[in-house]
């Protein structure tokens, strides 16, 4: 890895399929790709993981593209995604990128693209991370207002200005525990 392309993208693959077929795309860093083995978690990707130990198979780690940014990784992690479809779409893969309870809703007359849910939540990702860390740098905390602009976050949408995008990446981080409210009615990142 060069330092300033350090990410890569991995397929983790049942070996028991021939040909061996991936049942989970990740994006990492150092020994991410094989992180998932040591203690396979409580998921579909840990209970498969599982499956094939007991089996007697070892999870086959593929590396597919090395040396990239990490905006770049979760481009193609998401691409891949889309590609292969997670379970819950119909598709190979166990990966969970749709947060819980937003699977499966439907609208008569609407289609939604594949892959389209896989690249809003590797979007919103990257802007709650972009806000988490403007409140991280900010130990007196931030205003929603300030998010918004000096984020660029800020809509004129019909000649009005609302802030709604980053009210609504503030009220995840806080539902996740990542951001707190101070007095002052500033967002503050909570320390953890």
Do not use: C, W
């Amino acid at each position: 890895m060069t330092p300033d392309k350090p990410y890569y993208v991995y397929a983790l693959k049942d070996p028991r399929q021939h040909p061996a077929r991936p049942f989970y795309i990740g994006k990492g860093t150092g020994t991410r790709a094989h992180d998932h083995l040591i203690r396979p978690d409580h998921t579909p990707k840990g209970d498969r993981i599982r499956e094939i130990e007991r089996a007697g198979a070892q999870v086959l780690v593929s590396y597919l593209v090395e040396h990239l940014t990490e905006p770049e990784a979760l481009r193609l992690e998401a691409e891949l995604i889309a590609a292969f479809g997670t379970q819950a779409s119909g598709g190979l893969l166990t990966n969970t990128v749709l947060p819980s309870g937003l699977g499966g809703k439907e609208r008569p007359g609407l289609t939604v693209p594949a892959g389209a849910p896989e690249k809003a939540q590797v979007g919103l990702t990257l802007l709650k991370d972009a806000v988490l860390e403007f409140a991280q740098a900010n130990p007196g905390g931030v205003k929603n207002a300030e998010v918004a602009s000096l984020l660029g976050l800020r809509s004129d949408y019909g000649g009005g200005s609302k802030d709604y995008l980053s009210y609504s990446l503030l009220g995840l981080l806080m539902r996740e525990g990542r951001i707190g409210r101070s007095g002052k009615g500033r967002h503050v990142a909570q320390v953890k």
